[in-house]
């Protein structure tokens, strides 16, 4: 997938993710070479495979801007230690309703930035 754009304020509002999804997420993200691989590659079939019932529905197509799971594509995926780092903040924004326009939401370098501004 890796693609990536400033364009996401098309992006409809909707709910967050099962605060238990987003833990196991995250964790899969600090720590799971292969997870993180396939979530780089194509985040819609990882949260699929996490059972993000939304996610499950998209699985045949690539999420364009203003698609839910647009705002996780990245071009280089944060690393795991920063996501670690930086776990509490992205557990909050993941889990709560809104239009998740956050694009830089798990860009390597800009997570913290990012989410401060949202």
């Keep these: 997938m890796n693609t990536f754009s400033d364009d996401c304020d098309k992006t409809p509002e909707h709910a967050g993710i099962d605060p238990k999804i987003v ?18 590659a194509d985040p819609v079939r990882a949260l699929a495979g996490l059972g993000v019932t939304e996610a499950a529905a998209m699985v045949d197509r690539t999420p364009q801007p203003g698609d839910n799971f647009y705002c996780m594509t990245t071009n280089t995926l944060a690393s795991k230690e920063e996501i670690a780092a930086t776990r509490a903040k992205l557990q909050q924004h993941l889990a709560a309703a809104g239009n998740h326009n956050v694009v830089f939401c798990f860009e390597a370098d800009k997570v913290c930035s990012t989410l401060d501004r949202s």
């Excluded at 833990?23 to 780089?40: C, G, M, P, V």
């Design 23 to 40: 833990d196991i997420l995250l964790e899969k993200l600090s720590t799971d070479d292969d997870f993180r691989a396939t979530f780089q």
